[in-house]
Nanobody
Framework: QVQLVESGGGLVQAGASLRLSCAAS????????MAWFRQAPGKEREFVAA????????YYADSVKGRFTISRDNAKNTETLQMHTLKPEDTAVYYC?????????????????????WGQGTQVTVSS
């Protein structure tokens, strides 16, 4: 069982930066691939970024590539999403997710159904 708790959301102006963190429970954190998804009002939950258990493999949605960076610290059981040059369209609730007992991101990583554990979400609001 993995429990995830996000933090770091807030209200910022367009062009600003924000850093989200996800604290994970569990002794074998490096055995879980991790990801960030987001969900805006009235829209489906969408993939943002993913990182493998070792941290060496990452994937990004085209909409955030070059602006967001996902990373992890296995010694601290934390995952981070550094967001730069934020846009109003980045406004959403951001969710941390983990796969069960595998360090590999796998196929169909962009589908929420491929991820087994979820945090409660943290709100990010970007004003224009």
């Amino acid at each position: 069982q993995v429990q995830l708790v996000e933090s770091g959301g807030g209200l910022v102006q367009a062009g600003a930066s924000l850093r989200l963190s996800c604290a994970a429970s569990g002794r074998t954190f490096n055995n879980n691939a991790m990801a960030w998804f987001r969900q805006a009002p009235g829209k489906e939950r969408e993939f943002v970024a993913a990182v493998s258990g070792s941290g060496q493999t990452t994937y990004y949605a085209d909409s955030v590539k070059g602006r967001f960076t996902i990373s992890r610290d296995n010694a601290k059981n934390t995952e981070t999403l550094q967001m730069h040059t934020l846009k109003p369209e980045d406004t959403a609730v951001y969710y941390c997710a983990a796969r069960s007992n595998t360090p590999y991101i796998g196929n169909d990583y962009y589908s929420p159904t491929r991820w087994d554990y979820w945090g409660q979400g943290t709100q990010v609001t970007v004003s224009s």
